[in-house]
């Protein structure tokens, strides 16, 4: 499977499962990658090897949420 390289790429429920997951993926294909999850079901700790990677930028808040999607 052929993934995008170099890019800037939105994770929804970045901080889920599946969601983290794609996101480490994401940053090793030298993706700038923007983490967007409310923490209802997702966890800090999937992401916190992440955090101080300055490619990847986590907005806790709620997709559902216009002002927090027009932030991101």
Do not use: P
């Amino acid at each position: 499977m052929d993934f995008v390289k170099g890019e800037k790429i939105l994770v929804t429920g970045g901080a889920g499962f599946i969601g983290s997951n794609l996101c480490e993926k994401l940053l090793l294909l030298d993706n700038e990658v923007v983490c967007l999850d409310n923490f209802s079901t997702g966890k800090r700790e999937n992401i916190t090897t992440f955090l101080n990677d300055s490619k990847f930028t986590l907005i806790e808040g709620d997709i559902r949420d216009l002002d927090v999607c027009h932030g991101a």
